[in-house]
């Protein structure tokens, strides 16, 4: 057995140093975005036709709430005018529940194919996305984990970014066409109905929709921050456990807990804040909503009185478009979850757009009918992508077939570096390597 020593050689960092930990992506990635049909990339045909029915299962779906209070309005006006003719009054409100039970069906198939249909493709997408990302990983060649994989974090995409994109395709898509639906469909039959009371909650809706705005931005950012304070608590109590021998050793039980209890203090006010402003945003949307609904029948009285408009229509007119106001603003965070499955999406297109140069696999060649298996090192020089400093200079050896050899030598002299370059995971920077 022959040795190499490689003690002369310049120390590394590789070998020495630990793994780098775990980073959230960068800051400019978060900023960088698909567009709408970009987020759809991975779809197929079959993914297409699964879309295009629950487009319109899901905007069908929407539109049959606005409906659904056109006849009830109608079964209203029956029974005021209709009280004296008992037999027209029952064969008018016999009709309309028919009416009611076919809009039932409707709604029930619609509804079905509208969520079964987004959350299977939503499925189908991100598991494709998902394959050709680790794809996309394992044809980098290896100069990628030196140095853009610290700070790609790979993990976290395949992971959290993949949750994103297959919610924003397969349930807020969905939901967002369906309010959005409702919206249109439910403005439009108030306009075509009574103009004057859809223009008036017009002037109303905006405020209740910025109340309930302003009460789920702040809901959302305390529920974040909580979230955040009992993570806190939770490594530190994973932490305790984790060394228990050492606290034990230590007698730091009394520390833990105290460490722990204030841990918690943070998230017990953080929780008190989230319910007074919980109650309070509750309260005032409500109290506006009421407001509203006081103002609208108000004007709405004073139309029937001017033979402008009857009851039926009028109550079905004002429901019709305060539940479409708010069928808006119940799409903002569908659209929201949709932004966010945009930027997750970049991520995850931008490695699998990658092209791989060094890692590309050929079936092309020449077969050699011998192969000798000498293996020569002639004053080769190496440095990592990812740090300037040399690991091997000027480094010559020879290991002819046949031979045994044991490379040797101190923590951080190059053996793993060698190892490495003979595998071809790495070329020489400088000098010859056969």
């Given amino acids: 057995m022959e040795e190499v020593e490689l003690a002369s050689d310049k120390l590394s960092d590789r070998d020495s140093n630990p793994l780098p930990k775990m980073e959230q992506p960068m800051s400019s990635s978060k900023h960088r975005s698909v567009s709408l049909l970009g987020l759809f990339a991975a779809a197929d045909k079959v993914d297409i036709v699964l879309m295009l029915f629950g487009s319109v299962g899901a905007c069908i779906h929407g539109a049959v709430l606005p409906v659904f209070f056109v006849l009830f309005g109608r079964m209203i006006d029956s029974l005021g005018h209709l009280a004296k003719h008992p037999q027209q009054l029952s064969s008018r409100v016999s009709q309309h529940a028919l009416y009611l039970v076919y809009l039932g069906l409707i709604l029930f198939a619609s509804a079905w194919i509208g969520v079964a249909f987004w959350m299977r493709t939503g499925e189908r997408q991100t598991a494709r996305l998902r394959l050709n990302y680790l794809q996309s990983v394992l044809k980098q060649d290896i100069n990628f984990f030196d140095t853009e994989a610290r700070d790609t974090n790979i993990f976290f995409h395949i992971s959290s970014d993949a949750i994103l994109v297959q919610d924003a395709i397969g349930d807020k898509t969905g939901h967002a066409l369906r309010y959005l639906s409702q919206f249109i469909v439910g403005f439009g039959i108030g306009f075509t109905s009574v103009w004057q009371l859809t223009l008036l909650t017009l002037a109303v809706v905006p405020l209740i929709a910025i109340a309930g705005g302003a009460y789920t931005i702040i809901m959302s950012t305390l529920s974040e921050k909580g979230e955040a304070a009992y993570a806190e608590a939770g490594k530190v109590a994973e932490e305790v456990i984790s060394q228990i021998r050492t606290v034990y050793s230590f007698g730091g039980e009394d520390r833990a807990i105290e460490a722990y209890s204030n841990s918690l203090n943070k998230a017990l006010k953080l929780g008190k804040k989230g ?160």
């Fill in 275 to 434: 319910g007074f402003a919980k109650g309070v945003g509750v309260g005032f949307t409500y109290g506006l909503l009421f407001c509203a609904w006081a103002l609208l029948l108000w004007y709405a009285g004073i139309l029937v009185r001017h033979h402008d408009t009857n009851g039926g229509k009028a109550f079905t007119t004002i429901i019709n478009v305060i539940f479409s106001g708010f069928a808006l603003g119940q799409a903002a965070p569908n659209l929201a979850a949709i932004a966010k499955g945009r930027a997750a999406a970049a991520n995850i297109m931008k490695m699998i757009e990658t092209d791989s140069n060094s890692s590309k696999v050929s079936d092309n060649g020449i077969v050699l009918p011998k192969v000798s298996g000498q293996i020569d090192f002639c004053e080769v020089g190496f440095s990592y992508p990812s740090r300037p400093n040399r690991v091997l200079e000027n480094l010559s050896f020879s290991i002819g077939a046949g031979k045994t050899f044991a490379v040797v030598g101190p923590s951080g002299s190059g053996k793993s570096t060698i190892i490495s370059m003979i595998q071809r995971f790495y070329n020489p920077i400088s000098g010859l390597f056969n």
